[in-house]
């Protein structure tokens, strides 16, 4: 290629150009032939794509963009290149039978040509295409039913094997409990006199108020008999959907290692916590639940046991011992002191998780009591303990 420009710029200096076939006529002999070879610098007949190639050679070495520094080489160029598009013309008329439209020289370089797309290619391409898309539908298609098979796990009811029953819990004694001498001495003398019939009988105050005669006497019969200081429970059984945070007694935190959980269905807990309550004492239990699980359904129920199986208390609406705190600003005070917000009862739930009532009923036999909440997704419940005169 450098041989060729360096050889086309001495034969532009130096020689007088050979004239244009444009202006030979439509029938060219051999001898326009043979010109036209010649200026294309081939030695006789070739085949199309050397024709071409050559063709193209020609034209980059001529191309008039080459000899902007000088008007009169370019100007020359520009002669060459007709001559060199003549005789392409002519050879492609006369050596081959059908004849492409030849590029504009004086236009800048000619772009290479482009390789028609293969078309196996094309089709692999297409498979490709396909198999992904069905690899993403069939995903797609597993998640749904993956979700599907959740959501129906969602709604049905809890086997009776994952209740615990309560003969097979640990009960271990609190640790931290203590007893006034008093109150310890009237335990242990109801605990081991044998019939009760010969003990001095002591006074006995019902854990709730008295709602209709027929409601006072199952309380009667499932609840324990109360004395001053007496223990109204050995441990506490609480069902709560979502959980519950923490317990505070008297006003304290009780520790984690004082509550277990029993059971957890989604999310749902059941615990036992070993907390001795008194007559006088007061529980608060910090309560949550996510308002956009299982259409913002809910459930708080307690139960206070005595070692015996015996209720000592139940979560319940009417009986005033019950009451709840929902701004966290006052939770501090309403854990704190016992008569606080004492006025602001619990209310009932609107959206119900049935689940925990059937969990409770489990956990305590004859369990007699109702769903409580307070009015926001997060609340404070307190219990407050009969005292001993018998004033709430």
Not at 122 to 132: E, G, L, M, P
Not at 231 to 255: C, E, H, M, S, W
Not at 256 to 274: P, W
Request: charged share 20%.
């Amino acid at each position: 290629m450098v041989t060729r420009v360096n050889q086309g710029a001495k034969n532009l200096e130096n020689t007088n150009c050979i004239p244009s076939p444009a202006v030979i006529g439509s029938s060219p002999g051999m001898d326009d032939l043979s010109q036209s070879l010649r200026i294309l610098e081939l030695e006789g007949p070739v085949p199309e794509d050397e024709l071409k190639r050559a063709y193209r050679d020609l034209v980059k070495v001529w191309h008039p963009d080459r000899f902007e520094h000088d008007e009169k080489l370019r100007q020359l160029a520009e002669k060459k290149l007709r001559e060199i598009n003549g005789a392409y013309e002519i050879l492609l008329a006369n050596l081959f039978a059908e004849s492409p439209a030849v590029p504009d020289a004086t236009a800048s370089s000619p772009p290479p040509p482009t390789p028609a797309e293969n078309p196996p290619a094309a089709a692999s391409k297409r498979s490709i295409v396909w198999t992904c898309l069905i690899i993403v539908l069939a995903s797609l298609a597993v998640i749904w039913g993956l979700v599907w098979k959740y959501a129906r796990h969602l709604d049905r009811p809890l086997p009776p094997a994952r209740v615990v029953a309560e003969s097979t819990l640990p009960s271990p004694e609190h640790s931290q409990v203590t007893f006034p001498p008093a109150a310890q001495l009237i335990s242990n003398t109801a605990s081991n006199t044998p019939d009760r019939s010969e003990a001095k009988p002591a006074p006995i105050l019902p854990v709730m108020l008295p709602g209709p005669s027929n409601k006072a006497d199952a309380n009667q019969r499932n609840q324990a008999p109360i004395t001053p200081g007496y223990i109204l429970a050995d441990y506490v059984y609480t069902v709560a959907d979502d959980f519950v945070v923490d317990v505070f007694q008297n006003g304290k935190r009780v520790p984690d290692d004082h509550r277990k959980l029993i059971n957890d269905t989604y999310g749902a807990a059941a615990e036992k916590i070993e907390v001795t309550v008194h007559q006088g004492d007061w529980l608060v239990f910090n309560v949550v639940k996510n308002r956009f699980r299982w259409d913002g359904q809910s459930c708080f129920v307690v139960a206070g046991m005595r070692r015996s199986g015996a209720i000592g208390f139940v979560s319940e609406l009417q009986n005033g011992q019950w009451s709840c705190c929902d701004d966290p600003a006052d939770a501090a005070q309403f854990i704190a002191a016992p008569d606080y917000l004492a006025s602001n009862r619990v209310r009932p739930i609107a959206r119900l998780w049935g689940q925990g009532l059937e969990q409770m009923k489990g956990l305590a036999k004859n369990w007699h009591g109702q769903p409580i909440w307070g009015t926001n997704g997060s609340t404070w419940i307190k219990f407050r303990a009969p005292r001993g005169n018998g004033v709430n």
